[in-house]
């Protein structure tokens, strides 16, 4: 009998870890909601939160430095009048952030730099034409100010943000409520999951669908699809005997899948999250007590079941922090902020090296925060490539980009935008004041005659 090989891999003891208890975000009433979403997302600066809240929908921001038991009297973001769905922060610029609610809207809010210090319920803008609740937000990858809005109206909307414009909606493709929505590495295309029990990969500029499968999944429960490395596609849902699937699909030959793999029979959706540094994918069920890491490669059976993080309580949400955001000298490669019912709990992906020097294996340039192209520029049809950076001396965050909302075209939109001033206008406000100014002068001169006058 020949001995079993075990196949190599840099990251094969690649182990999770809690973080110590002062180290985490304690005292957080997180959403009681039944939505599959993160309800958690991450950036450099800031982790976000949906938190309970009466009177309509809010969600916490803090500053990562902000740990330990959390005030009561926690300012929020709160100006959903519904419960908030979905939240996620903008690759492009740390301070902004986007929220779906139950109110059928989309928010964008500016987050200063330290955090808040009052509550917030003043979006920057406010994205209305969903007809249902709004539970799928995704930012474009390469595009500035380009986001992608999903509904329970079954309708796909990509919004020009600056402009508070639905540029591109997507109202015919889906017959029943969309599970989840991707864009690829580049952003050219997204495929979708929908309850129709098919996933779609679309173009968005030309309203058509490139490809699309029919039951990927047997099952009937929720599936949800992700694009990873060379424009594979990866689904994880159920079979007909409520088994939890994952399965990786090449879309030039969707007919059956390059491999399909059932791992157990908990009843939670798995949330994928993929790294495409190195070709991991972290496999998160809401419910359960652990996280599942696969490596992706074109080797068969082409998803590698690396290792398991286990823990005693089990997750509300999880949030994936961008790799510019980690501790590059620790080999620290994944951090997973895990929502409990009373807290957000750091989850540290680790490879065990003994070299305190930058481990270039373990990190090749990564995605960056500039965009490559303009949202008018994406719309008319050009594509950006991703901007990668080097994180050898770890990532040092440049002057954040300024997010410019042009005021003219969001006078139905929000509620506080301003008409703009034509340049005449403003000249003859100029030429008035100094009118003005000529005529008080004169009459002070006048005055001071008089008052000389009287004094004799």
């Known amino acids: 009998m020949a001995p079993k090989v075990v196949r190599s891999s840099k990251f094969r003891h690649v182990f999770g870890q809690g973080v110590k208890a002062d180290q985490c975000y304690d005292d957080v009433r997180i959403s009681q909601m039944t939505w599959d979403s993160n309800f958690c997302t991450v950036n450099p600066k800031f982790v976000a939160m ?10 916490m921001v803090l500053p990562l430095s902000k740990t330990g038991r959390v005030d009561m009297s926690q300012p929020l973001v709160c100006g959903h009048t519904g419960p908030v769905l979905d939240i996620e922060w903008c690759p492009h610029n740390d301070n902004i952030i986007a929220s779906g609610s139950e109110d059928c809207t989309v928010m964008i809010w500016e ?44 309708v796909v909307i990509i919004w020009n943000v600056a402009r508070g414009e639905p540029v591109i909606t997507l109202d015919s493709m889906h017959t029943d ?12 295309q997204i495929v979708t999951s929908c309850k129709d029990k098919k996933i779609r990969v679309i173009d968005p500029r030309k309203g058509s669908v490139v490809v699309e499968k029919d039951k990927p999944h047997e099952g009937s429960r929720p ?8 424009g594979k596609i990866l689904t994880t849902g159920f079979s007909r005997m409520s088994e939890r699937q994952v399965a990786l699909w090449d879309p ?17 959706v798995l949330l994928p999250f993929f790294d495409p540094d190195t070709g ?27 290792s398991m993080y286990t823990s005693k309580e089990s997750q509300r949400g999880l949030g994936y922090m961008p790799k510019r955001g980690l501790e590059v000298n620790k080999c620290e490669i994944a951090r997973f902020y895990k929502l409990h019912e009373r807290k957000c709990e750091p989850i540290v992906m680790t490879v065990p090296r003994k070299s305190d020097l930058f481990q270039e294996d373990l990190y090749p340039d990564t995605v960056g925060p500039e965009p490559s192209v303009e949202a008018d520029d994406w719309f008319a049809g050009r594509d950006g490539e991703l901007i990668l950076i080097s994180l050898r001396d770890g990532f040092a965050a440049t002057k954040t980009r300024e997010f410019k909302v042009n005021k003219t075209l969001l006078a139905k939109t929000t509620a ?34 008089l008052e000389g006058k009287v004094g004799k």
């Open 50 to 59: 949906i938190v309970e809240a009466s009177g309509g929908g809010a969600f």
């Open 111 to 154: 987050i200063p730099d330290g955090g808040l210090t009052r509550p917030i319920t003043e979006p920057v803008v406010t994205l209305e034409g969903h007809s249902k609740r709004v539970g799928i937000l995704s930012w474009h990858p390469t595009a500035h100010n380009v986001l992608l809005s999903a509904g329970c109206d079954n």
């Open 177 to 188: 409520m969309i599970y989840s929505a991707c864009w690829n590495a580049t952003g050219s």
């Open 223 to 230: 599936v949800r699809a992700i694009f990873v490395s060379e």
């Open 252 to 268: 030039k030959h969707l007919e059956e899948p390059l491999t399909l793999q059932e791992l157990d029979t908990s009843s939670g």
């Open 280 to 306: 991991i994918v972290y496999l998160c069920g809401k419910g359960d007590s652990s996280i599942r890491y696969f490596e992706i490669t074109d080797e068969q059976p082409y998803v590698h079941y690396l």
């Open 416 to 449: 506080t935008a301003r008409p703009s001033i034509e340049a005449s206008d403003l000249q003859s406000l100029i030429d008035e004041l100094k009118k003005l100014k000529t005529v008080v002068e004169e009459q002070n001169k006048r005055i001071c005659e």
